[in-house]
């Protein structure tokens, strides 16, 4: 299976995509999520000077963020100085509306958008509609600034059917966070497939399905739920919880599923972070270092159970038998989020998949 990173992006970050293509990693990506982390297509730019092989993605955008001509300004830019090597994510924005206290957006929207980006970034017309007032819109200056030669791959986020079908009736590939069941993935790919058909892009097309997920190998005779295994996988399941804790009130199927501990561990992060499942300001007591290395205190937060179901921690044989397990339900390339140190995080990763 291949191996890749996502990061936030911040100053630096051409540091340490440099080490992640030394260590032959597939690809890095930048989150897209304002008002809590760095812009991505300001860092990519730096990252795809620093770098000749690697791949470069956003993972991932989403309509209720960007106009498809800025998102596609931005990967058509991007691609001039990467030729080939750029990776653009979509989906509903389920985590960046949620840090500006707005629902995402729909997978009708989604699949706009993403046909939207597929035809600029191709140098084809597209509509674009505002209101009442829909007009054909091209890139009307293909020149170095921007790159409509060399293909982009574009990848839809999905944790369901509705969004596997956007990819398959639009010709993509699938990325999903914290998503380790073979089962579920079997699922997407069926979804993928079926609704791939009677459009023109073939059923059985080769596209690349990724998983985004922590990793922590263990040390030997190290305990599973040591701090430092908490560390490098804590940011998963306060983001989990962060999730259970916002739309408990709005949409509480989802916070249903939890079992009793997991609803406790809820209960604790609402009152932990001062804040209620019905407060209107909640989610800016909710994702403040969203993704970020947790602190110490919240420890306790991490419960066993939450870790094996979104991260990756084991022994570096049990890892690579899990890991073979998920290769064989189709997923292509596992990234890795790095929170704590990153550039051992990277050599871990690069050692367990070699």
């Not at 699922?187 to 922590?214: E, N």
């Not at 199927?253 to 809820?266: C, S, Y």
Request: negative net charge; glycine residues 8%; aromatic residues 4%.
């Amino acid at each position: 299976m291949r191996a890749g990173v996502v990061v936030t992006a911040h100053p630096g970050v051409e540091g340490l995509v440099e080490q992640a293509e030394e260590l032959g990693l597939h690809s890095f990506w930048l989150n897209d999520t304002p008002m809590v982390h760095g812009d991505p297509f300001v860092a990519l730019s730096l990252c795809a000077k620093a770098t000749r092989r690697i791949k470069l993605g956003i993972g991932v955008t989403s309509p209720a963020l960007r106009s498809a001509p800025a998102a596609a300004s931005g990967f058509a830019s991007l691609n001039a100085l990467a030729p080939g090597r750029i990776i653009c994510g979509v989906g509903t924005g389920n985590t960046a509306r949620r840090t500006l206290g707005m629902p995402p957006t729909s997978t009708a929207a989604l699949e706009k958008f993403t046909a939207a980006l597929q035809d600029l970034c191709a140098g084809r017309s597209t509509e674009h509609r505002e209101g009442d007032r829909a007009r054909d819109i091209r890139f009307l200056h293909t020149g170095a600034h921007v790159n409509t030669t060399d293909p982009i791959e574009f990848v839809v986020a999905a944790l369901g059917p509705k969004a596997a079908a956007v990819a398959g009736r639009r010709g993509t590939g699938l990325i999903s966070f914290g998503l380790l069941d073979p089962i579920a993935w079997h699922a997407l790919h069926q979804a993928r497939r079926h609704a791939a058909r009677g459009t023109p892009h073939d059923p059985g097309s080769r596209t690349d399905s990724y998983v985004v997920t922590a990793l922590h190998v263990l040390d030997e005779d190290e305990d599973p739920q040591s701090d430092a295994a908490r560390d490098a996988t804590g940011h998963l399941v306060l983001s989990l919880l962060a999730f259970a804790a916002d739309t408990a009130a709005d949409t509480p199927a989802f916070a249903d599923q939890l079992g009793p501990e997991e609803r406790e561990a809820v209960r604790r992060l609402l009152d932990r972070r001062g804040t209620t499942a019905t407060a209107p300001d909640r989610h800016t007591k909710l994702y403040p270092n969203y993704l970020g290395r947790i602190a110490p205190r919240d420890r306790d937060l991490v419960l066993p159970s939450l870790m094996n179901t979104l991260a990756l921690v084991g022994t570096r044989d049990d890892l690579r038998t899990r890991v073979a397990t998920l290769e064989q339900a189709g997923i292509d390339e596992l990234l890795i989020q790095p929170v704590t140190d990153p550039a051992a995080e990277m050599t871990q990763l690069a050692k367990l998949l070699t």
